[in-house]
Structures are given as C-alpha cells and as structure tokens.
C-alpha cells in the first residue's frame, strides 16, 4: 500500500491538532479538538493527544492484528489517559479529545473505522465512492444553532448553550469522540469491503472534507479524481482559497490517500 500524507495547521504559528501516520497495512488520522480552557485543566494540550493517541493506535496496528479496530482505539484511548491522569484533570468536559479514522488491510479485506467528524471514502472499482461518516455531532449541534447566534458571543448565556452543547458528547443519544472513556470506541461506525473492489481510499480530517461538506467545491467522485491527478496538496490549497473568499476561519486539514492496495496485500501474505 502506498500512503501520500499532507497536513496544514491553521495558520502559521499555530499548533498542529492533527495527526496521520501509516504502517504496511494501516492507516491512522486524528483530528484534535481544542477547547477554549483546555490549557487550565491540561498542560499536554490537544495536539499531544492527538499525536500521542495516533501513535499508540499505530503501534497496536502493528502488533494486534487479531483485535477489532474498535478494541485497539479503546486500548489506545487507556493507554494514553493513563499517561496524564496523574497530572491532568482528565474527565473534565473540556479535557482533549479528537476524532477518529482507521483504514486496516486484513485478509483480503479493508476493514474501517470513523468516530466523530472525520471522513474515510473507499473508491469503488466499479460504481460511486463509499463514503463513511459519523454525522451525530453535526446534527446535534445544528439544534442548537439558532439559540448560539441569538445571543451574543462570549455572553453568560452563549457559554452556558455551549455549556449544554457539550453535555451531549460521549452520552447514549448524543455524539462520542475519543477522550478519556476508551468505551467510546464501541460507539465508532465500523465495517468491512472486499479489497479487490477498490481502487483506492482516502482519510480526511475535517479541515479537509471541508471542500465537500461546507464549500460544495467538488462531490466525492470528484474529489478522488483530483486526489489521482494532483494528490492532496491540491485539495487543501483549495480549501485554502475558499476559506479565505468566504472569510471563514481556517482549520487544520489532514489527508491519507491511500492507492495501491492489492499490492500491500500481497507483500503482507494477507492473500
């Protein structure tokens, strides 16, 4: 398997809060979440989360291949909330968390896992792109759109709906991210496809989906075809260009493409 990897904080100066590594049959992609306070109650911070969470993942990728993708996200999630429990208010509301994506090569199979916003599309051989999502946390938040934008920004108020925001996450009925729960793993959209009906996948963070689900500069189908032509430089600089004719705040965009796929089966002996 061959794996082009691009990422782009921000800004300049800014922390990168994602995360994207590979091993010969594996693929990881976190995209860090920041909350205004997390320095107070965490002195890591987000990105040391995200990349400590994406590198324990890999390394489990690498030496458990016989366990779900959902049981090595929750030993990675221990694993890396026992390192700071001991200095860190780890179960606080605004402690560092991330979303999850997990591409596996594994018996003539590519096996996949989403939790939270990030995005993993499988471009089929014959017929559309799968594209695996984990839409909770978007619907949720647009029930409580029009009470934020009622009110003004910074208000008790506007905090105290934010406050109510959060109180959905990682709860039956709301939205689960990777924190300091590993049962969230249990939560992930998870699933399998033949690995000789693919051509090729892709793991975007999402700063980088952004160019289909916020700007509409492309449709799946489209965004693999400049993936194939240009790579994924070409998606995040427009992005990049969008965010800044429409004046909104850039993200941090991460992108694994992933191309070559039966022959990493091949040299793993998976078939």
């Known amino acids: ?12 100066g800014h922390a990168n809060e994602d995360f994207t590594g590979a ?23 987000v ?56 591409l596996r090569l594994s018996d003539g199979l590519i096996e996949y896992l989403v939790l939270g916003d ?5 471009d089929k051989a014959d017929g559309g792109p799968l594209v695996v999502s984990d839409p909770r946390e978007v619907i949720i938040s ?6 934020l934008e009622s009110v003004a920004e910074g208000s008790d108020e506007y905090h105290r709906i934010l406050r109510d925001l959060r109180a959905n996450r990682n709860q039956p009925g ?6 300091d729960d590993p049962w969230a793993a249990e939560e992930a959209i998870a699933g399998s496809y033949p690995v000789s009906e693919l051509t090729d996948a892709v793991l975007l963070s999402n700063g980088a989906s952004r160019i289909v689900d916020r700007f509409q500069l492309a449709d799946w189908p489209g965004v693999m075809a400049v ?8 998606i995040i600089h427009r992005v990049r260009q ?23 089966l091949g040299r793993s002996g998976g078939v």
């Open 47 to 102: 990105a040391w989360y995200a990349s400590h969470l994406g590198g324990s993942l890999l390394s489990l990728l690498s030496r458990e291949r016989d366990h779900s993708l959902a049981a090595l996200l929750a030993e990675a999630i221990k694993q890396v909330t026992d390192i700071h429990r001991g200095t860190c208010d780890v179960a606080n509301p605004i402690s560092p968390s991330a979303t999850v994506a997990i």
């Open 227 to 234: 993936l194939a032509s240009s790579g994924p430089v070409e």
């Open 23 to 45: 091993v010969p049959t594996g693929v990881v992609l976190i995209d860090g979440a920041g909350i205004a306070g997390t320095e107070s109650i965490c002195r890591h911070g």
């Open 1 to 12: 398997m061959r794996v082009t990897m691009t990422s782009a904080a921000a800004r300049t």
């Open 142 to 147: 647009r029930s409580y759109q029009a009470a």
């Open 174 to 179: 709301g939205f689960w991210v990777a924190k």
């Open 242 to 264: 969008a965010e800044a004719r429409h004046t909104v705040a850039a993200d941090d965009a991460t992108i694994a493409h992933c191309t070559e796929l039966d022959e990493a």
């Open 118 to 122: 990030s995005v993993l599309v499988l």
